[in-house]
């Protein structure tokens, strides 16, 4: 199982990234994609969830409106899109794949800094 994150980078305040997460080893289409992050000194936070293909999903508040995840089943990637980047943003953020039966996997992180 495998799961690479790739996207992140320094952007300013205002700005935009796209992160990416490309997922191998498991059946994607049947689990859960979601996003974390954990800043420096800080525990990791579910960023946001998408539970499958036009289906629903979920942001914590501090990003509604300015982050978007999706995922392409048949190209087993996720990604979430950043806009409007804050300095509270930055972060190691991670893609996680969950499965009802309780398979959990991680990526190892991709770092965001927003600074100018």
């Known amino acids: 199982v495998q799961l690479v994150e790739s996207g992140g980078g320094l952007v300013q305040p205002g700005g935009s990234l796209r992160l990416s997460c490309a997922a191998s080893?498991?059946?994607?289409?049947?689990?859960?994609m979601s996003w974390y992050r954990q800043a420096p000194g800080k525990e990791r936070e579910l960023v946001a969830t998408?539970?499958?293909?036009?289906?629903?999903?979920n942001y914590v508040d501090s990003v509604k409106g300015r982050f978007t995840i999706s995922r392409d089943n048949a190209k087993n990637t996720v990604s979430l899109q950043m806009n409007s980047l804050k300095p509270e943003d930055t972060a190691v953020y991670y893609c996680?794949?969950?499965?009802?039966?309780?398979?959990?996997?991680w990526g190892q992180g991709t770092q965001v800094t927003v600074s100018s």
């Open positions: 996680n794949a969950r499965s009802i039966f309780g398979r959990n996997y």
């Open positions: 080893g498991f059946t994607f289409g049947n689990y859960v």
């Open positions: 998408s539970i499958s293909v036009g289906g629903s999903t």
